[in-house]
């Protein structure tokens, strides 16, 4: 069995590639990489189980947009995570004997 290529899917594990939160055009933060699936997306849910709470408290609380800005830092961390999920459930597309020349 390779690391590269797991037999199973609970041996899949972060890539690592995915960027959130910038500042000045720059990456702050980055997904990171070894981190088995299931667990990333596992925090990728509870973030945005905190995001549905926090947008509801938004709506009653009008003094103050603090829970909105919350929510919005959480499913960005949330999608960077599925994003990079989804990199390594997505096979890479079949090149072509052209583009194998290069």
């Known amino acids: 069995m390779s690391k590269t290529n797991p037999s199973t899917p609970s041996e899949l594990k972060a890539i690592g590639l995915t960027p959130f939160i910038y500042c000045s055009n ?18 990728a849910s509870d973030f945005l189980f905190l995001a549905k709470e926090l947008t509801k408290d938004t709506a009653y609380a009008r003094d103050t947009d603090r829970h909105a800005w919350a929510a919005h830092y959480l499913t960005a961390m949330s999608k960077a995570v599925i994003d990079d999920v989804e990199k390594v459930l997505t096979p890479p597309p079949a090149r072509t004997k052209a583009e194998s020349k290069k």
């Open 26 to 43: 720059q990456a702050l933060f980055r997904v990171s990489r070894d981190v088995p699936l299931g667990d990333a997306l596992a925090m």
